[in-house]
C-alpha cells in the first residue's frame, strides 16, 4: 500500500508505471465528474467514479482484488481505509473473477489510512481494504477508485512506457 498526495505521486518517479491513472486523476478529477465508469486505456487502466455516504465499519466487510491494482482518489469528504495483509484472513465469499473481487470476514488488526480531499491510497492484491469508513464522523464522498491491470504494475515491458 502506498498513501501520497496526487501532486506528490505526480512528481515521484518511482510511481512512472501509475502515471496514466495519475494523469487521469489530475485533468478529470473536480467536483464536476459525475460517477460512472471511464475508459483511460481501455480493459487496463480505467476509472470508477462514485458519490456515496461513508459507513462506519462494521457495515462493509474487507475486500481484494487479484487482477487489478486500485488507485483510491478523494475529490471531497473525509475517509479512512482500513488495510491489512490478505494472507491470514477467511474468505467470506469465494473470488468472483468477473468482478475481481473477494471478501474476507474482518480483521484482527488494520491500519486505518485517512483520506482528504487530494490524498490517494494505491493498494495491490495482497492489501485486503475496507474503504469508506468514517473519519471519525460521517461524510458524503466524492471518490475515483482507477483500475490499474496488475501486468502493466509488475511486469514494465508490458508498459506502454
Same mark, same amino acid.
Given at each position: 500500500?502506498? +498513501? !501520497?498526495?496526487?501532486?506528490?505521486?505526480?512528481?515521484? &518517479?518511482?510511481?512512472? %508505471?501509475?502515471? &496514466?491513472? %495519475?494523469?487521469?486523476?489530475?485533468? +478529470?478529477?473536480? &467536483?464536476?465528474?459525475?460517477?460512472?465508469?471511464?475508459?483511460?486505456?481501455?480493459?487496463?487502466?480505467?476509472?470508477?467514479?462514485?458519490?456515496?455516504?461513508?459507513?462506519? #465499519?462494521?457495515?462493509?466487510?474487507?475486500?481484494?482484488?487479484?487482477?487489478?491494482?486500485?488507485?483510491?482518489?478523494?475529490?471531497?469528504?473525509?475517509?479512512?481505509?482500513?488495510? /491489512?495483509?490478505?494472507?491470514?484472513?477467511?474468505?467470506?465469499?469465494?473470488?468472483?473473477?468477473? +468482478?475481481?473481487?473477494?471478501?474476507?470476514?474482518?480483521?484482527?488488526?488494520?491500519?486505518?489510512?485517512?483520506? +482528504?480531499?487530494?490524498?490517494?491510497?494505491? %493498494?495491490? &492484491?495482497?492489501?485486503?481494504?475496507?474503504?469508506?469508513?468514517?473519519? #471519525? /464522523?460521517? !461524510?458524503?464522498?466524492?471518490?475515483?477508485?482507477?483500475?490499474?491491470?496488475?501486468?502493466?504494475?509488475?511486469?514494465?515491458?508490458?508498459?506502454?512506457?
Amino acid at each position: 500500500m502506498i +498513501r !501520497s498526495t496526487l501532486l506528490n505521486a505526480l512528481r515521484n &518517479p518511482t510511481l512512472d %508505471l501509475f502515471r &496514466p491513472a %495519475l494523469e487521469f486523476l489530475r485533468d +478529470r478529477a473536480t &467536483p464536476e465528474l459525475a460517477p460512472g465508469r471511464y475508459e483511460i486505456e481501455g480493459t487496463d487502466v480505467f476509472a470508477l467514479v462514485s458519490q456515496l455516504q461513508s459507513r462506519a #465499519p462494521a457495515e462493509g466487510r474487507f475486500e481484494a482484488h487479484r487482477r487489478y491494482v486500485d488507485v483510491q482518489y478523494l475529490v471531497s469528504g473525509a475517509e479512512e481505509i482500513l488495510v /491489512t495483509d490478505v494472507t491470514p484472513l477467511t474468505s467470506h465469499s469465494a473470488y468472483d473473477p468477473g +468482478r475481481d473481487i473477494e471478501f474476507f470476514e474482518s480483521a484482527n488488526q488494520w491500519e486505518a489510512v485517512p483520506l +482528504r480531499p487530494g490524498d490517494l491510497a494505491i %493498494l495491490y &492484491p495482497e492489501d485486503a481494504h475496507l474503504p469508506n469508513c468514517h473519519s #471519525p /464522523t460521517p !461524510s458524503q464522498l466524492h471518490k475515483v477508485v482507477v483500475k490499474i491491470a496488475l501486468q502493466l504494475v509488475r511486469d514494465p515491458a508490458q508498459s506502454r512506457g
